[in-house]
């Protein structure tokens, strides 16, 4: 309380660099493969703001694509398995990208490659 | 004389097929469930056994579904199953017959011409009547011949048998098909040479049998072509459980199983096993997929079920289908094509996992009243339907309560047509508290995807399902509603999971009557074409999806209609993108135009006038 009434309801954002080289572009190739349609995206986040999801959770699929571009997959584990699939994005999109099968495969790709890890790890 | 080395080709043709079925189908019991062993088991032992014989007898000889789609080609089909059934059946009765009632080896009666040459008495009174299974054995085979030339004419026209597109065969159908298109002339050149050096033989046998030995030396050709017909049945035999013709044993069991109501169940499973073996590849679901218009002939049910079949399973092709059913429709076997493409789907999405615990604790609807209105993700994605049924709500002085007015929790259909049955059942039943919290007796939706996923998967305890069109049919019906009459001209679209899907033909229609002149279209109903914008396709792109949206549009814009009306947002949604009519949904139509009361109708009415 006594924080947020000094800065009057404002924090400062912690400076934050983006590692390209540290980060895994692989995903998101495999991903791009997979549904063409992700290079189509401009992160204009019309699909963020329609979604069935996003009104119980943060979840956002601009928020994903953008990370995923970034090679930033580590947070994104868990973050596409909120879908329901509806499919509300897919009609709103201005770019026609194939969100749901987007969202399919960037699951898929990411439990592959956490088995791929976890096969690396029992060896 | 009873044997001769040629039998052989056949002998051990059929021995082999009989193995390898044995072998088929006691894995197929194996790997079936319990519960659904017990229920085969109660089938074999009940009146419903009657029921399954005439549908096997109707379907897979008579091949009346077949008959319904072309005469032409049904005639084909017939002429072959019926026709060799026949075959059998007469030429066990008369090689009893002559044999004086002992049983034979299973190839006497298939070759009996090259053991006996008919000139006695036979011992048994009935069948004194001077040639008569020489008469009805080559009426028989010219009536099987009668559909192999068809089966050749096919080649080349099948446009007369009602199919634009045949299936593209592999190598190994081909086999199949060649011995068993070789199979009947074999049979009636090897009778007829024996025929025509013994001077037996009925009307077709005999007369071909006496042109022949006019010109050719027949003691040195008959037995070579008893060889020959024995060497085809047995290629046949050999080549089946691998070709398409599997379906001829499969069908029969698959009939026997779905009366004894079993159903698709898992998958993959003993049921979904014996589908993708009753396809015959008949190709009549070719045409009627949309997917053509979009360039995907490749993941028509009938490929796809091969790619299953084969092994060779790929994801785009499983995911390529609108699953619009209407393939299902005209489907002769009546194969679940979209259960098997949910079923494989699944396998295909089995990384993707899902989780909503973020559900629990969502506020819940606390208003209780009569209806229960759902609108759902789509109706949310059109206002115009939204706001339509809100104004009809209050009109007709309905006590109601919306369910998502704050957004929707999406009702679990499209998680289940990708395959993902266990999240959409976490979606069921979230949505299934907060419905029957409402205390409601009527639920509405306006969209027939959720429509169809709250009559197919959710448990209401009572509480019933209407499609808006169907509530605003009640209404109107029940004089809560006044229409308006126009002189517009409009024409129907059936939403796919409405029409085939629910069986929700008439109820829109009717409405749309009392408001507008409705024309035919040449698609419509169980015919309807799907817009293109389907939920149940996951990898096609937007470009493919207009193709397909434009060629519906075409369709149903025909007779230039003022206005294109609809009952499914998303099918709205589709086609308005189209830009070729104004474009609708029932609800916004009747919303338009309703009239104040009976008497204001009548006044404008005879203003009108």
Redesign the interface.
């Known amino acids: 309380m006594e924080k947020k009434a000094k800065y009057f309801g404002y924090s400062i954002t912690r400076d934050r660099q983006i590692d390209y080289d540290a980060n895994n572009h692989d995903i998101c190739k495999i991903i791009a493969k997979a549904e063409p349609?992700l290079n189509l995206c401009i992160s204009c986040g019309t699909c963020a703001a329609?979604c069935?999801?996003g009104?119980?959770?943060d979840f956002s699929l601009r928020q994903v694509i953008l990370l995923l571009r970034r090679g930033e997959t580590k947070s994104l584990e868990?973050e596409?398995?909120?879908?329901?699939?509806?499919?509300?994005c897919?009609?709103?999109c201005p770019r026609?990208v194939?969100t749901?099968?987007l969202v399919?495969q960037i699951?898929?790709a990411l439990?592959?490659k956490k088995?791929s890890a976890e096969t690396v790890n029992t060896k | 004389m009873t044997f001769d080395l040629f039998v052989l080709p056949f002998f051990i043709g059929l021995l082999f097929l009989l193995g390898v079925l044995v072998v088929k189908y006691s894995r197929w019991i194996a790997m079936m469930d319990a519960s659904d062993r017990v229920k085969a088991g109660m089938a074999l032992f009940s009146f419903n056994l009657l029921k399954t014989v005439n549908e096997i007898f109707l379907e897979s000889l008579l091949h009346r579904r077949m008959f319904k789609r072309n005469p032409l080609l049904g005639y084909m089909h017939m002429s072959f199953a019926l026709g060799w059934f026949l075959l059998i059946v007469m030429g066990n009765i008369e090689s009893r017959v002559y044999s004086g009632g002992h049983i034979n080896p299973p190839y006497y009666p298939i070759f009996l011409k090259f053991f006996i040459h008919d000139k006695r008495v036979l011992p048994f009174e009935i069948f004194t009547l001077p040639g008569f299974f020489r008469f009805t054995m080559d009426l028989i085979l010219l009536f099987v011949l009668s559909g192999l030339v068809l089966a050749v004419i096919k080649r080349t026209r099948s446009k007369w048998f009602g199919l634009k597109r045949t299936t593209v065969h592999n190598s190994f159908d081909r086999w199949a098909i060649t011995s068993l298109w070789l199979i009947f002339p074999m049979r009636l050149l090897a009778e007829s040479f024996t025929a025509g050096i013994y001077k037996g033989g009925g009307f077709l046998t005999n007369t071909l049998g006496s042109i022949f030995d006019a010109i050719l030396p027949l003691e040195y050709m008959a037995y070579p072509a008893w060889w020959a017909y024995s060497t085809m049945l047995g290629i046949f035999f050999v080549t089946l459980p691998w070709s398409r013709f599997m379906h001829i044993p499969t069908e029969i069991i698959l009939i026997f199983l779905r009366n004894a109501g079993i159903d698709q169940g898992k998958y993959p499973g003993s049921f979904s096993e014996i589908e993708i073996r009753s396809c015959p590849r008949c190709g009549v679901c070719i045409d009627v997929c949309q997917m053509n218009q979009a360039g995907l002939t490749g993941s028509t049910a009938v490929y796809f079920i091969r790619s299953l079949r084969e092994k060779l399973p790929e994801v785009q092709l499983n995911s390529n289908c609108m699953m619009c059913g209407r393939c299902l429709e005209v489907c002769p076997v009546g194969i679940d094509t979209l259960g098997l493409r949910i079923g494989a789907r699944g396998v295909d999405n089995k990384g993707f996992a899902s989780d909503f615990t973020y559900l629990v604790n969502q506020p819940i609807v606390e208003k209780k009243a009569e209806v229960v209105y759902f609108a759902g993700c789509m109706g949310h994605l059109t206002p115009g339907v939204k706001r339509a049924m809100l104004q009809i709500f209050e009109k007709a002085k309905i006590d109601f309560t919306f369910l998502d007015e704050d957004g929707s929790v999406c009702c679990g259909r499209p998680l289940k047509l990708a395959g993902m049955k266990e999240a959409s059942l976490t979606l069921i039943s979230e949505n299934s508290a907060k419905i029957k919290n409402t205390e409601a007796k009527i639920l509405v939706t306006s969209c027939p995807i959720c429509y169809k996923v709250f009559n197919d998967d959710y448990q209401l305890d009572g509480i019933q399902v209407m499609h808006h069109s169907v509530f605003i049919y009640n209404l109107v019906k029940d004089g809560k509603l006044v229409l308006r009459q126009t002189d517009l001209k409009a024409v129907y679209h059936d939403p796919c999971e409405l029409g085939r899907g629910s069986g929700i033909y008439e109820q829109p229609r009717n409405v749309l009557k009392q408001i507008a002149e409705v024309a035919d279209v040449s698609e419509e109903r169980v015919n309807s074409l799907c817009c293109g914008g389907s939920i149940g396709d996951l990898n096609m792109d937007a470009v493919k999806r207009n193709l397909i949206r434009d060629k519906a549009l075409t369709i149903l814009c025909e007779s230039q209609p003022d206005i294109l009306v609809t009952a499914c947002p998303l099918c709205k949604k589709t086609f308005d993108s189209g830009n070729a009519t104004v474009v609708k949904d029932i609800a916004e139509v009747v919303a338009e135009n309703l009239a104040l009361n009976k008497l204001h109708k009548q006044t404008v009415d005879m203003v009108k006038l």
């Open positions: 349609t329609t069935t999801a009104q119980f959770t868990n596409v398995s909120k879908c329901m699939l509806c499919g509300k897919q009609l709103v026609n194939s749901r099968n399919i699951g898929k439990y592959d088995l």
